[in-house]
């Protein structure tokens, strides 16, 4: 077996607040492997981005992390920011949500992209400017020439996407995180996204973390899915046996709120309640009140991520099974 690019072990991130403590990851352990990529979904405020945040030392100041985020060996949570600044960008690096505020609106794309370059890689501003150009021609923007020159206002939303993988790449990076890399974009841009960044994946055998609450996108682009609820794992495993055949409650009830062309409206079946207080104690799953096949033991007794019905994964003490009809709905 492959030593992964990125094993992660009991990782936790929690917020200190004037009243109490937020806990917004809780004692999570996974792994990436060079040329897979990985679906991390959940609802908003699941926990996605701030685990994948902590790894870059980009948390919050009153954010605080444990445990143990090994890339190529080396612990990303032991390093200074001096450390990280050496690791940002060149090992692991970034494509931020909503291409339409993550590029600086005042600054041309050259002056953004040329920046990274001399930075890291030591070019000079004719070189580095000759490697932008490269980048954005590698990445499909249209009239490459020209739009170096412009500035984010002027570019459409897929191109300014295009222009944040550009400058996510241009380091050569190992890991690529990918945090909701088709917010706001429509359709057909979205699917040209994703087809840009599975071909970038093949030629350089990188490692991809696709963050997002879309079950459509990863479906196109992953490997193997992390299901994540209130800072917690609720299943993982390959991308096709938790899409078809969920064994988690919760991953089934984000498939069945998923709406249908061929179905009218009044079929969906939204997941009832809402999620865990991360202020509060934790105790028992976090999804129990929220669950159609809650037990007391659910209240009570954390489940551990274990393969009990399938090949994946899940945290839950009574899986969905391949009969279970009713995949989604609220504990009452």
Avoid: W
Avoid at 109 to 117: I, K
Avoid at 192 to 214: C, G, K, M
Avoid at 270 to 293: L, Q, T, V
């Amino acid at each position: 077996m492959h030593q992964p690019l990125l094993d992660v072990r009991n990782l936790s991130v929690r917020f200190q607040t004037a009243g109490a403590p937020v806990i917004a990851v809780d004692n999570i352990s996974f792994s990436v492997s060079q040329g897979e990529v990985l679906g991390v979904v959940g609802e908003s405020g699941s926990g996605k981005s701030q685990t994948f945040m902590a790894l870059g030392g980009l948390l919050a100041s009153n954010g605080e992390t444990t445990g143990e985020a090994l890339l190529e060996g080396h612990d990303l949570l032991a390093l200074s920011d001096r450390e990280l600044d050496h690791i940002r960008g060149q090992k692991i690096s970034y494509i931020f949500q909503d291409p339409m505020t993550a590029l600086n609106p005042f600054r041309s794309v050259a002056a953004q992209m040329t920046e990274l370059l001399r930075l890291h890689r030591g070019l000079g501003q004719a070189r580095a400017r000759t490697e932008a150009l490269r980048l954005l021609e590698r990445v499909r923007v249209p009239d490459a020439r020209r739009r170096l020159d412009a500035y984010p206002h002027e570019l459409s939303g897929g191109m300014r996407q295009r222009v944040m993988i550009a400058m996510a790449l241009s380091n050569q990076p190992r890991l690529l995180i990918a945090d909701e890399p088709t917010t706001a974009l429509d359709v057909t841009v979205q699917i040209q996204v994703l087809d840009i960044l599975d071909e970038l994946r093949r030629e350089e055998n990188l490692a991809v973390v696709l963050i997002t609450h879309d079950m459509g996108v990863v479906a196109r682009l992953a490997h193997r899915i992390m299901v994540v609820y209130a800072g917690t794992i609720a299943e993982e495993g390959e991308a096709e046996d938790v899409l078809l055949r969920p064994s988690h409650p919760y991953t089934a009830g984000l498939l069945a709120s998923m709406p249908d062309l061929a179905a009218p409206l009044t079929q969906l079946q939204p997941i009832r309640g809402y999620p865990p207080d991360g202020r509060k104690a934790r105790i028992g799953c976090m999804f129990a009140p929220r669950c159609f096949k809650v037990q007391p033991v659910c209240r009570d007794v954390t489940p551990a991520l274990e393969a009990r019905v399938s090949r994946q994964r899940q945290a839950c003490h009574f899986p969905l099974e391949p009969r279970d009809t009713a995949i989604a709905g609220g504990a009452s």
